[in-house]
Nanobody, 123 residues
């Protein structure tokens, strides 16, 4: 049974940084794409970044490129999202997701989801 468990969210001031973690278990993720999405109330889930687990190739939402960095530690079965220069508009619940056979920016292509972690950026 696949489990994705996010952690690392919290309250941070504008300009600060946070690193989110997603601990993955339950199978081998070698050919999987791992994604980060975020969602605010009343809005659709928004793509943030994705990484191919074995190749390490990354893919970002254009608006976030340069501030956010996705990475993975295969030994720990963990995916990270480093978020720098945070702004209040980054406030959202952040979700980790896993997709078989490669990465995608489309939420409906992902097979597994974590429970989410709240990130709040104060001005």
């Amino acid at each position: 049974q696949v489990q994705l468990v996010e952690s690392g969210g919290g309250l941070v001031q504008a300009g600060g940084s946070l690193r989110l973690s997603c601990a993955a278990s339950g199978r081998t993720f070698r050919n999987y794409g791992m994604g980060w999405f975020r969602q605010t109330p009343g809005k659709e889930r928004e793509f943030v970044a994705a990484i191919h687990w074995s190749a390490g190739s990354t893919y970002y939402a254009d608006s976030l490129k340069g501030r956010f960095t996705i990475s993975r530690d295969s030994a720990k079965n963990t995916v990270y999202l480093q978020m720098n220069s945070l702004i209040p508009e980054d406030t959202a619940v952040y979700y980790c997701a896993a997709k078989s056979n490669g990465r995608s920016r489309y939420a409906n292509e992902y097979d597994y989801w974590g429970q989410g972690t709240q990130v709040t950026v104060s001005s």
